[in-house]
């Protein structure tokens, strides 16, 4: 894969059964082809799995999982049907501390940023639909 690349991990519907165990080994067999160490794989697919259950619950389908090459490390990106943004939560702003209680909501962004440490985010597709992505830590980076 070189840099700038970009691999189709899965593409599903609405209508796909067993969404949670296709994704997590579907995205752990991506990572490992591509050499991501254990640790660094592990941390991606915890982190991955909180961005594509936010967009499962909060979007519709289709749905599209991809990896993309950015120099050394990789980014995760999952896209769905829903053309808005969600607004970051508080503690992407400097708001809530690592170890502040939240509520049953809103936990998996905060496991988000603290597997990617807080290289993550939103953005638009050329289609105009929501693409959640995260940077993915490769050994050289810690």
């Not at 982190?47 to 990789?74: I, Q």
Request: glycine residues 8%; aromatic residues 8%; negative net charge.
């Amino acid at each position: 894969m070189r840099d700038g690349s970009q691999v189709l991990i899965w593409r599903w519907d609405d209508r796909t059964h067993s969404v949670a165990t296709r994704i997590r080994v579907a995205l752990r067999c991506a990572l490992r082809e591509l050499e991501i160490p254990e640790k660094a794989a592990s941390d991606a697919v915890m982190a991955a799995w909180e961005l594509t259950a936010n967009a499962l619950e909060h979007a519709r389908g289709p749905y599209e999982m991809r990896l993309l090459r950015k120099g050394p490390s990789f980014v995760f990106e999952i896209e769905d049907g829903d053309p808005l943004l969600p607004a970051l939560p508080s503690f992407r702003n400097g708001g809530v501390e690592a170890d502040t209680e939240l509520p049953e909501r809103g936990r998996g962004l905060q496991i988000v940023e603290a597997f990617t440490r807080g290289r993550w985010g939103f953005r638009l597709s050329e289609s105009e639909t929501k693409v959640a992505w995260m940077a993915i830590s490769t050994a050289s980076e810690d």
